[in-house]
């Protein structure tokens, strides 16, 4: 019941404020408590016994995602499965008058009588979730952590587009190495390879730009999310903008990491493919130039040496077939003049 007449304003810390919320408001767990996203606090202001209504977000989507192995299988096994088993919870939130009373006295910029109390809440398995008795009173440090919750739970979707996008330049960039290595580089490198090194090199190459293709198109569809139509009971269910916010922003997450791990994988394809054409087994030439008695001298790969005969393959023209007994030298070199 709303007062006849509002107590003023006031923005300080009473502890009778935390001891009478854990009468005044009441506490439920969003969707479920095996799973929730979020507590919604209902009731009543402990000091101005105004409604109350807050609902405190458990979970955000966080983009600043550090590359290790282990955030990615963790990543990869759910965000469900990120972090504490929330079937059970201890939480201690730090709440603040936001009822739509005109207190006198208040600044333009604020809602509610100004009180603020702490409150704790605890679910487990089989038990109901239930207000309990906090430890400590809200202070200027806790204060200013909640608001930075709150920033990052409506920044979050920013964030994970944000961080996206970053990786979509970085994909698009692999995209037009492995172009450039194929096209420009690729003929003149695995030239000499053996076949089935040239053949993997191919493979490995083209399994690199499908991936690196793949792995662009998630991240452009996180970055810049997909187009779908949504009701407004819908919208409601998911808990109005802020959990409309982190359900576009766990999609984005999902494909943004879908992105990393088509990035990760195109790097390795690209890294054996590299290594295979610099390393890879090549047929061992022997290069020889003859001086003959007669006529100019003949360069090229040996192909054979028998009954007085040898062949010489130069690059620029047919084998040539040459009488041992014409040669004046014959040296091995590294290459042809
Ligand atoms: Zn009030
Ligand atoms: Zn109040």
Redesign the pocket.
């Known amino acids: 019941m709303p007062?006849a007449k509002?107590i003023p304003y006031a923005d300080d810390v009473r502890p009778q404020d935390t001891e009478k919320a854990l009468k005044t408001l009441t506490v439920s767990l969003v969707p479920n408590e095996i799973k929730p996203k979020a507590i919604d606090f209902g009731g009543r202001?402990p000091r101005?016994?105004?409604p109350f209504q807050h609902r405190e977000w458990l979970v955000v989507v966080a983009a600043a995602l550090k590359l290790n192995y282990l955030h990615m299988e963790t990543l990869a096994s759910g965000l469900d499965e990120i972090g504490i088993d929330r079937s059970h919870g201890d939480h201690t939130v730090d709440l603040t008058?936001s009822?739509d009373?005109a207190?006198p006295h208040r600044p333009k910029d604020k809602r509610?009588?100004g009180a603020h109390f702490r409150v704790r809440v605890t679910w487990a398995m089989a038990m109901a979730v239930k207000l309990e008795p906090p430890v400590g009173l809200p202070t200027a440090a806790s204060a200013a952590e909640d608001n930075a919750w709150s920033t990052l739970v409506s920044t979050q979707l920013d964030d994970v587009r944000k961080t996206a996008e970053n990786w979509r330049n970085g994909l698009v960039a692999l995209v037009g190495a492995i172009i450039g290595f194929s096209m420009i580089k690729g003929p003149n490198d695995v030239s000499g390879l053996d076949y089935w090194a040239m053949n993997t090199v191919g493979l490995l190459l083209l399994a690199a730009f499908g991936c690196a293709i793949s792995g662009t198109w998630s991240s452009l569809t996180a970055a810049f999310g997909s187009p779908s139509t949504m009701t407004r009971d819908a919208f409601h269910d998911q808990g109005g903008m802020d959990g409309y916010r982190l359900t576009l922003a766990t999609d984005a997450a999902t494909k943004l990491h879908c992105a990393q791990v088509a990035t990760i994988i195109t790097l390795v394809l690209l890294v054996g493919a590299v290594g295979l054409t610099w390393y890879g087994p090549r047929a061992k030439a022997v290069i020889l130039d003859v001086g003959r008695l007669s006529s100019p001298n003949v360069c090229g790969t040996l192909l054979s040496s028998s009954n007085g005969y040898i062949d010489i393959k130069p690059s620029e023209s047919e084998a040539v077939r040459l009488r041992m007994t014409d040669l004046a030298t014959l040296t091995a070199v590294a290459k042809c003049p």
Do not use: F, R
Request: proline share 8%; aromatic share 0%.
């Open positions: 007062n509002p202001c101005c016994g105004d008058c009822c009373a207190h509610g009588c």
